[in-house]
Structures are given as C-alpha cells and as structure tokens.
C-alpha cells in the first residue's frame, strides 16, 4: 500500500547466506552451493571475508573490544568482495548490480545499517552517524522511498 502520498518502504532485496562462525573461525554457511548456478559463486569471498574478520582482523580493527562481534566494517568488506567477484565472473544478477550501485554511490554502510543491522553492527551505528548523517538520509530517499 501507498498510503497518503502513494510512497513505497522497502530495502533492496539481497539473499545474503546465513554464515556462522564458531569461536575458532570455522563458517558454516546455509548457502547451497550449485557449481550451474553463477549467482552462488560471487557468495565464496564473503565467506572467506567473514572468516577473516573472526580469526584476525576483528582483534587488528578493535583493539578495545575483548570478543569479537559481527561488524559495520566487516559486512561492508564482506559485500565489497561479492560485488568484485560478482564483476569479475560477469555475474549478470541484479542483486548484485543493485549492491554495486549502492557501493558506487558510497551508501553501502547505509544500507548495512539500515537493512541489515544485527546486534553487533548496530553497536557501530551512532560512530557511524556521527559523520554520516547525510549518507543514511540520502540512503532513505534514493531506496526506501520509491513512487
């Protein structure tokens, strides 16, 4: 529905794997992995980025935090290698050309924020708004709001 104004809410729509990550990095994924499918190749380096932030660079980025938690910085790392890999093979998928505009455009930790944000990312929100309050009003007006 539209409401008032006839506006539509919503966030780009990305099916992003379940990965979990045990306490020594080891990432179990719900992802299926279809070697006919091209859309589930551009999913390995998130994997491997995410088990990267868990074994090392969490620890490297947040010296004062004991445990590690799922972070801003790491989800955005994280999709930035889908978006290169999904350029690199051709991956001719629109979730993936949706992510690489919203990267272009410089909004991609918006979007995190705003459309994907778990407990640990959301502990990174008010650091991030900050300095970027205008990138997540301009995240809202260019993708949540659509006529």
């Known amino acids: 529905m539209g409401g008032r104004y006839g506006a539509k809410l919503g966030h780009p729509k990305l099916d992003i794997p379940d990965v979990s990550l045990d306490s020594n990095g080891k990432a179990t994924t719900d992802a299926a992995k279809d070697a006919n499918d091209p ?23 947040f010296p004062k935090e004991s445990e590690y938690r799922h972070s801003l910085q790491e989800e955005a790392e994280a999709l930035r290698s889908v978006v290169k890999a999904s350029e690199a093979s051709k991956t001719a998928n629109p979730q993936f050309q949706a992510l690489a505009k919203i ?45």
């Not at 859309?39 to 390995?44: A, N």
């Open 39 to 61: 859309t589930s190749g551009p999913w390995d380096p998130y994997i491997a980025t995410r088990k990267s932030w868990r074994k090392e660079k969490f620890a490297k980025a």
């Open 103 to 147: 990267d272009a455009e410089g909004l991609l930790e918006a979007f995190i924020l705003m459309a994907l944000a778990d407990k640990g990312i959301a502990a990174d929100h008010p650091e991030f708004l900050k300095t970027n309050r205008p990138k997540l009003r301009q995240y809202v007006s260019s993708y949540v709001i659509s006529k």
